[in-house]
């Protein structure tokens, strides 16, 4: 192999490994993306949670409210009756 292959298969294998540098770079930044999105991931996970139990805990908030709303509805409907028959 003379001087002027061993220089050019030199510049392609610099050009190569340029290449290579860059991937790396750019794998790096999508490492570091994905860790951010993993964090958001479990961030919103938690979120989705807390709201669920919110939820949980606002159904049985309304259901008791709906059980007193009807027992004081039947109260003033017998209230009423016994006003009428007190006439």
């Known amino acids: 192999m003379d001087n002027k292959q061993f220089e ?6 610099e050009k190569v490994n340029s290449r290579l540098d860059s991937v790396d770079e ?7 993306r994905l860790s951010r ?6 961030l919103i996970k938690r979120a989705v949670l807390d709201t669920n139990d919110r939820v949980v805990r606002m159904e049985e ?3 008791n409210q709906h ?3 009807e027992l004081l509805s039947t109260r003033s409907i017998q209230q009423e009756a ?5 006439k």
């Open 8 to 13: 050019i298969l030199n510049q392609q294998l």
């Open 26 to 32: 750019h794998l790096g930044r999508v490492d570091e």
């Open 37 to 42: 999105i993993e964090e958001d991931q479990h």
């Open 61 to 63: 908030v309304l259901e």
């Open 67 to 69: 059980r007193i709303i």
């Open 82 to 86: 016994e006003l009428k028959r007190i």
